[in-house]
Nanobody
Framework: QVQLVESGGGLVQAGGSLRLSCAAS????????MGWYRQAPGKQRELIAT???????SYADSVKGRFTISRDNAKNTMYLQMNSLKPGDTAVYYC?????????????WGQGTQVTVSS
């Protein structure tokens, strides 16, 4: 069983920065691909960034160049550095341990952390 706990959300002005953290329990974190998602009110949850166990990253166009995903396997923690925030980035942000052969294709999500960007 894996538990994911996000932290670091809050209220920030447009143009500001926040760093989200996702702390994972269990030993499979370091061999797992991870992702950050967000869900704005009235919208579907969207994938914004992923990172593989080999630190290969990918980003949605909406955040490319502004957000950076990273991980620290020694701390079992993934991060999302968010710069140049816009009101449109307001959402609940979730981390996910992506299903794969390494975890029997189980799907693990955190509880979410609210990010609000004021104009």
């Amino acid at each position: 069983q894996v538990q994911l706990v996000e932290s670091g959300g809050g209220l920030v002005q447009a143009g500001g920065s926040l760093r989200l953290s996702c702390a994972a329990s269990g030993s499979i974190f370091r061999i797992s691909a991870m992702g950050w998602y967000r869900q704005a009110p009235g919208k579907q949850r969207e994938l914004i960034a992923t990172i593989t166990s080999d630190d290969i990253t990918s980003y949605a166009d909406s955040v490319k160049g502004r957000f950076t995903i990273s991980r620290d396997n020694a701390k079992n923690t993934m991060y999302l550095q968010m710069n140049s925030l816009k009101p449109g980035d307001t959402a609940v942000y979730y981390c996910r341990l992506l299903p794969g052969v390494y975890n029997g294709y189980h799907d693990y999500w955190g509880q979410g952390t609210q990010v609000t960007v004021s104009s």
